[in-house]
């Protein structure tokens, strides 16, 4: 057990009363209580036996008997109010680890700290122990987790719907310079923040054939698989308000296989349940890339059919005395479904199915409140990203679901065909089912159409979609198209990441930043305050020493923390140009080769994400720059000047560290490909600066910091469509640039493979050849750029101050006020910030509350 934390001083105490909550005697008394009551009742351990991990789930489940009152009071007070529901539909929730973010949304932090010095054991220690819930790729299902988070502290009545995936995002492990994949056990020694509810166990049918009947159509011989629903709590931030994220998980029937009368084997047929539970089993591990798997597709109608059917069994369920729902008539004015990207696209036919098929709607009135219900986001413009599925495999998997798609789609060309008679070019770019070579159904088309919103996720992808991507539908319904630019959780981003940055802040301008983001603005007059400005150094500073001492303990390496730390993390694409930054470091390299003692300003290079399995370009990029970089660490000629980390498994939790402690921020993907990118807004409030191409929300920080307070470099969009339409060729940059040349000339020769000179000719070939995020282009600009970060930092005073210009600008990027948006402009709900009675309170006072929302 490592040594207790220093107790805190009383200075430092009051310092953090305010954002951690307050340490009473009574609160520290009753979690001790409670600590000890699981250890012994829940664990069935005492202090003699218990390992680091009993005192985990001891603490984990000390701090959820808090959540459980407000949790069940908050389901109360809406089926009380019977408010508009939200339903965030989504097949990933990046969640990361639970406990802290508990402590904080719920004001426990200081009481639990002093509970648990008191008991003589390290809060550090434990929440290390906690498993990241990696139920993501990256940015799309972190930015649900985001989102859950602010639609609880707005208040509202909102639902998250995924998967319970029993393998998360593969663990990443660095062999000899390449990445291995191992499986993320994440649930093997249980999950103390989830409940089963088995009592809300659904059907979900697949393939089965069509019959036309005199009542209409009818899905017949299904198979079923079983839906078993795992609600995990999500608190908003000091608000008593607990909504609830739901994850299906595959369960196969009792009956399966076994009335099938040939199977004589009931062994076998009780092995093939797994089959059926398969479903559920893995996250398909790819970013911006579809792969057109049957057991994806099946995932993904899981998920919604499950979902559906929940929803409107909420619907239907009024509150005692009044009577059920008889009338889909209001359906849309009480639920609002937001599909997350197209993955759960075929929620759209479902209802349809429901509505028509079970419920006996006439299929325009249907089609109408289906419309009125579904709003879609889209996430990514690369071609290779959209959804297209096989209509041979609809076919055969969900017979009905086709049906109604030709039908959709039907009288969508019909009304094309009115508007534009005799434009079959137009029919055919807005088909939902594209006929050239396999016949595939559009998933992006069939949201857009069946959906009465739909928006991009920063400004300049919004305006890509509109004019480009689907300007034929945003010609036809231009309102339908809007922007809502991504944010992030200031509470998990800032309070719970950097602390002595969080407590900073507050000390300056109070707390109430913590929840309306943009009073950081207040921060900008104190820029030119010398005391401020050391301060926000000194933070950053600790970080920075904190990380370091982090690689040291887990990599055995060494770094210097007055260094620069240079970030680049996120997954390893080909569009993000992690090789534009890998040209850099050699570069770097040969200029302190070349002249060593000319004055070098030391850095410390960081890149981490992880590469899609399948993905041998994002493989071989890793092989690079682990291979550059045991070649700069193992140069004694570079001394200290350059160091090349690669750092392992990137995810939630390692993200919360690194993050703190950078100084500066890569966000260099080509112009016009990166839809928005969260990091770069976490990166801008934890006092980092940006180097970054005008893509995605570097434009906005940008537009809200001031052009002159990030470092950006390198074509625009209008440069980049200009360089395709004259064609971009490689060999004109690499001729001209003696410093790109001289790079490529040695990553070619082996230099930084001499056991396998032609390791990396794949990747030399493609920037030669059929680069399409156009690296070299951006290289020489790049570099130039990089030299100005190298002098700026070189004024620690000067740096600083631009710190701090960005802190005060990041306010506009909090998800709170994403999500206020997505509300007010596409839900048509409204935020509150009314307060729900503790679970303590009497029930008058939550009867008062429930009285005001209403008139509300």
Known sequence: MATPATPLTDQEKRKQISIRGIAGVENVAELKKGFNRHLHFTLVKDRNIATPRDYYFALAHTVRDHLVGRWIRTQQFYYEVDPKRVYYLSLEFYMGRTLQNTMINLGLQNACDEAIYQLGLDMEDLEEMEEDAGLGNGGLGRLAACFLDSM?????????????????????????????????DWLRYGNPWEKARPEYMLPVHFYGRVEETQEGSKWVDTQVVLAMPYDTPIPGFMNNTVN??????????????LTDFNVGDYIEAVLDRNLAENISRVLYPNDNFFEGKELRLKQEYFAVAA??????????????????????????????????????????????????????????????????TFAYTNHTVLPEALERWPVELLETLLPRHLQIIYRINQAHLDDIAALFPGDTGRLRRMSLIEEDGCKRVNMAHLCIVGSHAVNGVAQIHSDIIKTKVFRDFSDLEPDKFQNKTNGITPRRWLLLCNPGLAELIAEAIGED????????????????????????????????????????????????????????????????RQLLNCLHIITMYNRIKKNPAAPFVPRTMIIGGKAAPGYHMAKMIIKLITSVGDVVNNDPGVGGKLKVIFLENYRVSLAEKVIPATDLSEQISTAGTEASGTGNMKFMLNGALTIGTMDGANVEMAEEAGEDNLFIFGMRVEDVEELEKKGYDAMTYYKTNPELKQVMDQIESGF????????????????????????????????????????????????????????????????????????????????????????????????????ALRKE
């Not at 639902?159 to 029993?166: F, L, M, N």
């Not at 299906?248 to 399966?256: G, H, L, M, Y």
């Not at 479904?337 to 419920?359: C, G, K, S, W, Y």
């Open 307 to 372: 979902t559906l059917q929940d929803i409107i069994r909420r619907f239907k369920t009024m509150k005692q005395g009044t009577s059920a729902r008889s009338s889909f008539e209001t359906f849309p004015e009480k639920v609002a479904i937001q599909l997350n990207d197209t993955h759960p696209a075929m929620a759209i036919p479902e209802l349809m199915r429901i509505f028509v098929d079970i419920e006996k709607l006439d299929w325009d009135k249907a089609w109408d409140l289906t419309k009125r």
């Open 244 to 257: 609830t994220m739901r994850l299906w998980s595959a369960r196969a029937p009792n009956d399966f296989n």
């Open 152 to 184: 609880a502290t707005l208040g509202l009545a909102a639902y998250g719907y995924g998967i319970r995936y029993e393998y998360g995002i593969f663990n990443q492990k660095i062999q000899d310079g390449w990445q291995v994949e191992e499986a993320d």
């Open 513 to 576: 930043y913590v929840k309306e983001l943009s009073q950081l603005q207040k921060l900008s007059v104190l820029v030119d305050d010398a005391v401020f400005i050391c301060d926000v150094a000194k933070v950053k500073q600790d970080n920075k020493v904190k990380f370091a001492q982090y690689l040291e303990n887990e990599y055995r390496v060494k770094i210097d923390p007055s260094s620069m730390f240079d970030v680049h993390v996120k997954r390893i694409h080909e569009y993000k």
């Open 752 to 851: 930084f493979s001499p056991k396998n000179p032609d390791l990396f000719k794949d990747l030399t070939n493609m920037l030669f050849k059929h680069d399409r995020f156009m690296v070299f282009a951006d290289f020489d600009d790049y570099v130039k750029c990089q030299d100005k970060v190298s002098q700026l930092y070189q004024k620690p005073n000067e740096w600083t101050k631009m710190v701090v210009r960005n802190i005060a600008a990041a306010g506009k990027f909090s998800s709170d006020r994403t999500i206020t948006d997505y509300a007010r402009e596409v839900w048509g709900v409204e935020p509150t910030d009314l307060k729900i009675p503790a679970p303590s309170e009497p029930r008058e006072a939550f009867e008062e509350t429930a009285r």
